[in-house]
């Protein structure tokens, strides 16, 4: 959900950029998407493939409508829409990471709420299993989550006005989700926030 530090980015961005925009005509911000078909393909839950990788999903774009890239765009036109610039998407997936596992690095099945509470002899812990080179994607560390549930991972890469942009947000869901990302109230309300949350790590990193 968009928040009041998304507000006070925008006027800060305004700033950053006002000398730019006096000089310049106004022209409409250009978003280009150049990701791989294994990105932009799919109306499902996308499996990744490899031992590190069990229970971590790609999340399809179209479990939201608009698309993602729209999304950002929209996100980003009131900050960016007259600076004559364009934004290229090289990469950019969502993960749903379901990932627990014992201490000691031993996959473990999951509680009907997300990770439960470390008994004694049985330690149930969040983040990923392998390290962040051996996981294809969604990786992450407990420290990162704030909520008991299965995060969501996005991980941008692109380029704006010829500039590297890179961008990763580990999104903590404030209840328990369905999943399956197939049009239930609480996986859309989670995605959205996701996505929003990534465009203001987009527009932190362009002034960078």
């Known amino acids: ?54 229970d971590v999903f790609r999340v399809p774009d179209v479990a939201t409508d608009p698309l993602k890239v729209d999304l950002l765009k929209a996100d980003l036109e009131p900050l960016l829409g007259t600076a004559g610039k364009t934004l290229t998407v090289l990469n950019w997936s969502i993960y749903y990471n ?18 439960s509470v470390p008994t004694k002899d049985d330690k149930k812990k969040a983040g990923s299993k392998c390290s962040q080179k051996e996981s294809a994607g969604g990786w992450y560390q407990a420290k990162e989550i704030t909520t008991v549930y299965f995060p969501l991972i996005s991980e941008f890469t692109g380029t704006f006005g010829g500039k590297p942009v890179s961008v990763r947000v580990v999104y903590s869901p404030q209840r328990k989700l369905p999943g399956k990302f197939e049009g239930d109230a609480a996986d859309t309300e989670a995605l959205l926030d996701a996505v929003h949350q990534t465009s203001e790590a987009v527009a932190t990193a362009m002034q960078q």
């Open 1 to 54: 959900m968009k928040n009041r530090s998304f507000e006070i980015l925008a006027l800060s961005l305004m700033a950053y950029l006002s000398p730019v925009l006096a000089q310049e005509e106004e022209k409409p911000l250009v978003v280009i998407d150049l990701r791989p078909k294994e990105e932009t393909e799919g109306s499902a839950l996308t499996p990744l493939a490899g031992k590190c990788n069990d």
């Open 98 to 115: 379901k990932q627990v596992h014992k201490e000691g690095g031993l996959l473990r099945g999951i509680g009907v709420q997300g990770y």
